[in-house]
C-alpha cells in the first residue's frame, strides 16, 4: 500500500477525532486493498460504520478495527452499495460524544505561562495533596485568563489603561500594613465558622461582604471572586465592590491551546476545521432531542416518550441523536434500594419501545447519561457510565445506544457541547452567602449560568454539598467555554443565551413532559412539551 493512502487513512481518521495505533492501521490498509478501483469509498464506509459501535478510547488499536472489518467483510455487498461520502459528510459520523474519564487534563504553568498535557493514569482515590492542587489548578485558570483582561493588566510606564484606573491584583499577602484602595483575587472559604475569608496562592484574608455591592451570579463558598476594597485597621478586608472573574472570549482561549486537543475528540488542523465549518452550514437539518428525569417505571412518563418517538419517526428527517438524562426511576437507587433487575427489564422494555420505530432504530443515535439518584458507586461528580448489567438488554435491541459518563461532551463537526445532570439550581441557592444581584436580571436560571460560565466550572460548590473526585476535577471545567452547555435539572424549563454561550434546561420530562429539540448549527433551541 502506497505512503499517500497510508496518510490519508491517518488523516482522516484524524479528522474523525481518532488516532491509530501501527496495528490498527496495518488492519485498516489490509482492508482496503481488497478494494483497488474503491479505496475512497471502503474507507469512508469503515469509518461511518466504525461510529456506531462503542469505544473505550479514541485512540484505536486493532480489536475494534477488526471487528468493523469483519462485519463489512461478511457483507460485501453493502459495501458496494454505499454511498460515498467524504470526512463528516454523515450525520453520524459528524458526531462525537465522549466520556469524562476521557477528557484530555491539561495544567497551566505560571512560570512558562502555557498549558502542558498530563498524561498517564490518575487514580480515583487521590492522596491528599490532590485536592490541595483542586484548588490551585482552579484558581490558575481563572488568574491566567484575568491577566490577559485590559482592565486588570499592569499599567504600561505608570499609564492607567482602563476608564476605572489602575485595576491591577495584588496579591493578598502585600495587603498588611497596606492603606487605600485595591483589587484582590481569591476564593471564597470559611476557615472559621461565621467568618469569610479571600484566599489565594500567598495568603489569607478575612473579609467583611456586609457592604459589598455584588455582580450577576450566586456567590457561595468554592467560587473565585474579584474584590475592591481596603484593609481596616483590625485587620478584615472591607470590600466594596465583588464580582467573578470576567470572562474570556473563546477564540482567545483558544490561542493558549494552539494545535492541542483541549476538548477531546481529537484536534484538527486549520484545514481541516475550515473543511467542517464549510460541511456544518449544510447540516441545518440535523436535530438532538434532549430530555431529563426520564423515569422508566412511571407509566404516564412511558406514554408520552412512546407519543415523541412516534411523531419523529413520522417526520421527513428523524433527529440525529436523542439524550435521555436520568433519573431513570421514580425512586433514589441507594443502598436501601434491592430492586435492580427490575431496572435492567425496565431498560429493555425501553429498548423494545425504541426498536418498534424502525427509521429511528437505524438513523438515530441514543445517549443514556446518568442522573445524581441512579445506580452507580457514590454520588461523586464526576459519575461513571449506568452498569452494564442493567443496560444490556437494550444495548442488544439497540446497537446505537451509547452510555456515557455525567458529565459528558459531543463534538458535532466544530461545535463543542457540554452535558450535566445534576440539580445545580436548588444547590446553588441554597448555598448562597447573599442574595443575588437583581440590578440585570432577577432570573436564578440567569444567574446560574453567569456562575458556571464565569466560574469556568460545572458545579463551583463545597465539596461538602457536591463531592467531586480530586483527580478528576477537570472533567467539570469549561475552559475554552463551550459552545452550548445543557444543564439537566428538576426545575423549570429554561433557555439563555449568554455572552454567546447556549445555555439551556430541558426541564423535569417526568414531572411536566417538557424537552428540548437542539439544532446545534444554529444553536436554535426549541422549548417542547408534550
Known amino acids: 500500500m502506497s505512503k499517500a493512502m497510508r496518510n490519508k487513512v491517518q488523516k482522516k481518521f484524524k479528522m474523525r477525532g481518532y488516532t491509530l495505533k501501527i496495528d490498527a492501521l496495518t488492519e485498516i490498509l489490509g482492508f482496503l486493498s481488497r478494494f483497488p478501483e474503491a479505496e475512497d469509498e471502503a474507507l469512508d464506509l469503515l ?56 477528557f484530555p487534563k491539561f495544567r497551566y504553568d505560571p512560570i512558562k505561562k502555557l498549558f502542558h498535557k498530563l498524561t498517564g493514569n490518575l487514580p480515583i482515590h487521590g492522596d491528599a495533596s490532590a485536592k490541595v492542587i483542586l484548588y490551585r489548578d482552579r484558581f490558575l485558570l481563572l488568574s491566567q485568563s484575568l491577566s490577559r483582561d485590559p482592565h486588570f493588566s499592569r499599567p504600561v510606564f505608570g499609564n492607567d489603561i482602563s476608564d476605572y484606573g489602575s485595576c491591577q491584583i495584588s496579591p493578598i499577602q502585600s495587603l498588611v500594613g497596606q ?11 470559611q476557615l472559621e465558622d461565621g467568618h469569610f475569608y479571600l484566599e489565594d496562592l500567598t495568603a489569607a484574608v478575612e473579609v467583611d461582604l456586609s457592604n459589598a455591592r455584588i455582580t450577576t451570579g450566586f456567590f457561595a463558598e468554592n467560587t473565585i471572586v474579584v474584590a475592591e476594597g481596603e484593609m481596616l485597621l483590625d485587620g478584615i478586608f472591607q470590600v466594596k465592590t465583588c464580582g467573578f472573574p470576567p470572562l474570556e472570549e473563546r477564540e482567545k482561549s483558544m490561542a493558549m491551546f494552539s494545535g492541542i486537543d483541549s476538548f477531546g475528540g481529537g484536534s484538527l488542523t486549520k484545514e481541516e ?29 412511558m406514554g408520552k416518550l412512546e407519543t415523541i418517538l412516534g411523531g419523529y419517526e413520522n417526520e421527513t428527517v428523524v433527529p440525529s441523536l436523542f439524550v435521555f438524562m436520568g433519573n431513570f426511576c421514580s425512586h433514589p437507587c441507594n443502598l436501601s434500594f434491592n430492586s ?82 445534576q440539580d445545580m439550581l436548588y444547590r446553588m441557592r441554597r448555598s448562597c452567602l447573599m442574595p443575588p444581584s437583581s440590578e ?42 463551550p459552545h452550548t452547555i445543557v444543564l439537566g435539572d428538576r426545575s423549570e424549563q429554561k433557555a439563555f443565551k449568554y455572552t454567546g454561550v447556549t445555555c439551556f434546561n430541558p426541564g423535569s420530562f417526568s414531572n411536566d413532559f417538557t424537552f428540548v429539540a437542539y439544532r446545534p448549527c444554529s444553536q436554535e433551541v426549541e422549548l417542547s412539551a408534550v
Open 273 to 301: 476545521t475550515i473543511r467542517l465549518e464549510e460541511l456544518e452550514k449544510g447540516a441545518v437539518n440535523d436535530m438532538f432531542v434532549i430530555l431529563s428525569d426520564v423515569w422508566l417505571d412511571n407509566e404516564e412518563t
Open 340 to 421: 435492580y433487575s427490575s431496572i435492567r427489564s425496565l431498560f429493555g422494555k425501553l429498548g423494545r419501545m425504541i426498536a418498534v420505530h424502525q427509521r429511528l432504530k437505524e438513523h438515530s443515535r441514543f445517549l443514556f447519561i446518568p442522573g445524581p439518584d441512579d445506580i452507580g458507586p457514590s454520588n461523586v461528580l464526576p459519575r461513571c457510565s449506568l452498569p452494564k448489567y442493567i443496560t444490556e438488554e437494550l444495548q442488544n435491541l439497540i446497537p446505537n445506544a451509547v452510555f456515557l459518563s455525567n458529565p459528558c461532551r459531543i463534538k458535532f463537526y466544530t461545535q463543542e457541547i457540554v452535558f450535566l445532570r
Open 440 to 481: 440585570e436580571t432577577s432570573d436564578p436560571f440567569e444567574h446560574l449560568v453567569a456562575t458556571i460560565t464565569h466560574q469556568s466550572h460545572l458545579c463551583p460548590l463545597p465539596l461538602s454539598i457536591q463531592p467531586i473526585i480530586w483527580n478528576f476535577d477537570h472533567c467539570l471545567h469549561l475552559y475554552p467555554t
Open 179 to 189: 492603606t487605600g484602595k485595591k483589587w484582590v483575587m481569591g476564593l471564597i472559604s
Open 47 to 102: 469509518l461511518d460504520e466504525l461510529h456506531h459501535i462503542s469505544l473505550k478510547s479514541s485512540i484505536l488499536d486493532k480489536e475494534p478495527v477488526l471487528k468493523v472489518v469483519s462485519l463489512l467483510l461478511e457483507a460485501e455487498a453493502a459495501v458496494e452499495e454505499s454511498p460515498t461520502s467524504s470526512g463528516y459528510g454523515s450525520a453520524g459520523s459528524a458526531l462525537r460524544i465522549i466520556d469524562a474519564f476521557d
